[in-house]
């Protein structure tokens, strides 16, 4: 089991940048993979970005190039980081992590944070 707990988010001007964290309770090591969705009003959850623990990360295309998803293993924290910011990336960005249990893999929330881009 773990809490993740994001944090970061905020209201920023089109073309700025943000960085998201994600704090987990407990090691992000068997955590896998750890990653950011993000839900806009009206619309569905999507994938933003993951990463495991291997190192490996995947973006969706419409941030790909612009936002950077890593992790600290020694603080056992993911996060994203956004460059070029554009109005259509304004939603609740929720960190997610999957643990593999002997019942099967459980994913885990965060409780989300808000990004707001507007001038």
């Known amino acids: 089991q773990v809490q993740l707990v994001e944090s970061g988010g905020g209201l920023v001007q089109p073309g700025g940048t943000l960085r998201l964290s994600c704090a987990a309770s407990?090691?992000?090591?068997?955590?896998?993979?750890m990653g950011w969705y993000r839900q806009a009003p009206g619309n569905q959850r999507e994938l933003v970005a993951t990463i495991t623990n291997g190192g490996t990360t995947n973006y969706a295309d419409s941030v790909a190039g612009r936002f950077t998803i890593s992790a600290d293993y020694a603080k056992n924290t993911v996060y994203l980081q956004m460059n070029n910011l554009k109005p259509e990336d304004t939603a609740v960005y929720y960190c997610k992590g999957t643990i593999v249990t002997w019942a099967g893999p459980r994913d885990y929330w965060g409780q989300g944070t808000q990004v707001t881009v507007s001038s």
């Open positions: 407990r090691s992000i090591f068997g955590i896998n993979p």
